[in-house]
């Protein structure tokens, strides 16, 4: 297990799923995390509560990612409880769920503002308080709809598409700093939001299921916020310091089918 005693945190949308998975991973290795929410209060008090539970040393920051003025106030919050910022999570996403001319110009404004913009935005106002201290570390969480067209939510998907270059980009001029940035892009991860009802199968059912399951999912799961969280862990410890600018893939083998 990767060790990350005493580096400090700020996961965004870190009140639910994949967010919540990677602040309790973060501080189940030492690190100090800033649990990040805008809406999700009690998910944000339940992530506390689980890293209280083991002794780690969390605390809460609210804050609108597509607001600068709230993004500055969360980093310096985060910087003056802690002494600065190691480690920026950019996880905060909004899914619509539009087919495409469906959308309305705020409702695209509102997405790009949110999982683009606000990505970069996180990024301009953590760097003061990274820049000076060593082996900074900067992971967005994008999607496997970064590297194909989505289905149900174009917008997203497109958002998705410009972290990878927004990482590229990040990557050359955070260098000087010594920080790295890097893209994880999951594919379907089993959140509350997206767990499957249960229904009443019979035997042959439930066999015919599990093949198109496997078809699709070629490990025969979809993947967890656990998933995710492991391997924002490997990025943010020592042992990946010449990784930079890349997007990795982590579905299962899934977009290979």
């Known amino acids: 297990m990767n060790n990350l005693a005493g580096r400090i ?25 800033a649990i990040h929410y805008n809406s999700s209060a009690d998910g944000a008090k339940e992530t506390l509560r689980r890293i209280e539970a083991f002794g780690g040393d969390a605390f809460i920051v609210q804050g609108n990612v597509s607001n600068k003025e709230e993004i500055d106030r969360m980093t310096a919050a985060v910087a003056d409880r802690y002494g600065g910022i190691d480690i920026l999570v950019n996880n905060a996403a909004l899914q619509l769920n539009r087919d495409l001319l469906d959308y309305t110009p705020e409702e695209f404004d509102r997405v790009f503002n949110v999982n683009l ?12 308080y990274m820049k000076s201290r060593p082996n900074g570390r900067v992971i967005l969480i994008s999607s496997v709809h970064g590297k194909r067209p989505s289905d ?5 998907a497109m958002t998705k598409g410009g972290i990878k270059m927004l990482a590229r980009e990040a990557a050359i001029e ?7 940035v890097n893209v994880i ?8 939001r997206t767990a499957p009802k249960q229904v009443e199968m019979t035997e042959e059912e439930r066999k015919a299921h599990e093949i198109r399951f496997r078809k699709k999912f070629p490990l025969g799961r979809v993947g967890l ?5 492991s391997l924002v862990c490997y990025i943010a410890s020592d042992e990946t310091e010449y990784l930079s600018g890349a997007a990795i893939r982590l579905d299962g083998a899934n977009m290979l089918l």
Not at 152 to 156: E, H, I, L, N, R
Not at 185 to 192: C, K, M, Y
Request: proline share 6%.
């Open 9 to 33: 945190a700020l996961v965004t949308g870190a009140g639910t799923g994949i967010g919540q998975g990677i602040a309790v991973a973060l501080a189940e290795r030492g690190a100090k995390v």
């Open 117 to 128: 913009k606000g990505y970069w935005q996180c990024i301009q106002s953590a760097l003061p």
């Open 152 to 156: 149900f939510d174009p917008v997203y």
């Open 174 to 180: 955070l260098a000087q700093y010594g920080i790295t």
């Open 185 to 192: 892009e999951p594919g379907a991860v089993l959140v509350a």
């Open 225 to 229: 916020p656990k998933d995710v969280a």
